[in-house]
């Protein structure tokens, strides 16, 4: 049996064996509890601290800035909840995106009922955030902004830079928040030069372990921590840490920029094929998200094929073989519409039919030949099972990324 090509790396990634070797000691011989003070303890301590220096010094940050977190959901959930209420004086009004990840969505809501007033702004055709309607949401009330570095579905890359200038150039005591959890590891995330005071990042996105994450929070950011009962990270997040973890996400991180060059130029070639190739094998392909490379994950291909249902092509790529996605995996099962695809203006009939194929470091030539091979027979078989025909249905001549 050919090997499973696995195309869904923007849901996850499978550990790097360097992580792993890594993290190995302290979850064998470097066990203790890094807020203990004897010997065992002490190893432990050592190894959460070199892993914050690492990645701070990735970030552009200092030590102290970075909290470990369980992951991307917590540090997003931290970021809003923290923020507001700790500045809830200065002003109730947050805004963020139509298309961000529900741990940012579901948290502005929830703070919605708790008395703050959230904008949410618009996106075009390509997913970006319209810089105009951020400028003039801005208000004397505004104490948070939260804009993600890089959407999870359709790739598209913001100027994060540019809306943080703006922002503070209106409202400078106001916070700047963004999601990089699709951006690490494929995109320059200095905080510095994108002048953020907080972000948000996950280790399993880029070959680390599942379950922890950071969310970097620059000094003097108002906050109020979201978990209590101990002193840990600074007393702004409680709990004995998870030391072999944190080790995990600073090696992940290391090793993704490290090798940043190699890696992007590997994914981007195997990316462009199927952006490429996809519309001229199956008629009525809509290439999703924005048509410039530099504005696109370079790992990212999302498409919409009229006249089937996404949720049926996966899981005939799954019986030939490949793993893919209609859209965020955490929306996995949803019969909805993708929110990032209707932000977008995206008929409903057609996001339906969304997939979302997100390549990584080890996937080969060879196993794009293979998608490209098994999914225009797919969409044709589901297509042939519908009760209209593609005549009928009135199929669209194939696209490309340019014309679209």
Not at 125 to 135: F, I, K, M, P, Y
Not at 140 to 165: K, W
Not at 187 to 201: C, F, K, P, T, Y
Request: proline share 5%.
């Amino acid at each position: 049996m050919d090997r499973r090509v696995y195309l869904d790396h923007a849901a996850t990634t499978p550990l790097d064996p360097r992580v792993l070797e890594a993290m190995l000691p302290y979850l064998h011989t470097h066990w203790g509890n890094p807020s203990s003070i004897y010997q065992e303890a002490r190893e432990a301590r050592r190894g959460l601290d070199e892993a914050r220096r690492t990645v701070a010094e990735i970030l552009g940050a200092r030590p102290n800035e970075v909290i470990f977190t369980s992951g991307g959901t917590e540090s997003d959930n931290s970021a809003l909840r923290g923020v507001a209420h700790a500045a809830r004086r200065r002003g109730r009004h947050i805004i963020t995106s139509a298309i961000e990840h529900h741990a940012i969505l579901h948290t502005a809501e929830e703070l919605e009922g708790d008395g703050f007033r959230v904008t949410y702004l618009p996106v075009d055709g390509r997913g970006l955030v319209d810089t105009g309607a951020l400028e003039r949401a801005l208000d004397d009330d505004t104490v948070l902004v939260s804009v993600m570095c890089a959407n999870n579905e359709v790739g598209t890359v913001q100027p994060i830079a540019e809306m943080a200038r703006l922002v503070k150039a209106r409202r400078p005591h106001a916070v700047f928040h963004t999601d990089a959890v699709q951006g690490v590891g494929a995109l320059d995330i200095n905080v510095e030069r994108l002048g953020v005071d907080a972000l948000s990042i996950a280790a399993h996105k880029l070959h680390g372990p599942k379950g922890v994450g950071a969310l970097y929070l620059r000094t003097r950011t108002p906050f109020q921590p979201q978990q209590l009962g101990g002193g840990q990270e600074k007393e702004r997040r409680a709990g004995t840490e998870n030391v072999a973890g944190a080790v995990g996400l600073a090696t992940a991180m290391r090793l993704a920029y490290e090798e940043l060059e190699g890696r992007v130029a590997h994914i981007r070639a195997l990316r462009d094929r199927l952006l490429t190739e996809l519309p001229r094998l199956v008629a009525g392909t809509h290439v999703t998200g924005p048509p410039e490379a530099e504005a696109r994950l370079p790992n990212n291909c999302s498409c919409c094929f009229e006249g089937v249902e996404g949720e049926d092509v996966l899981l005939q790529l799954d019986l030939a073989g490949i793993a893919a996605s209609s859209g965020s995996a955490c929306t996995s099962g949803s019969l909805e519409p993708s929110h990032v695809l209707k932000a977008m203006g995206i008929p409903n009939d057609l996001a339906r039919g969304s997939l979302r194929l997100t390549v990584g470091k080890d996937n080969t030539r060879e196993d794009i030949d293979r998608v490209l091979s098994e999914l225009p027979g797919i969409v044709q078989r589901l297509r042939s099972l519908s009760p209209l025909t593609d005549q009928q249905a009135g199929l669209a001549p194939p696209t490309t990324p340019a014309s679209r």
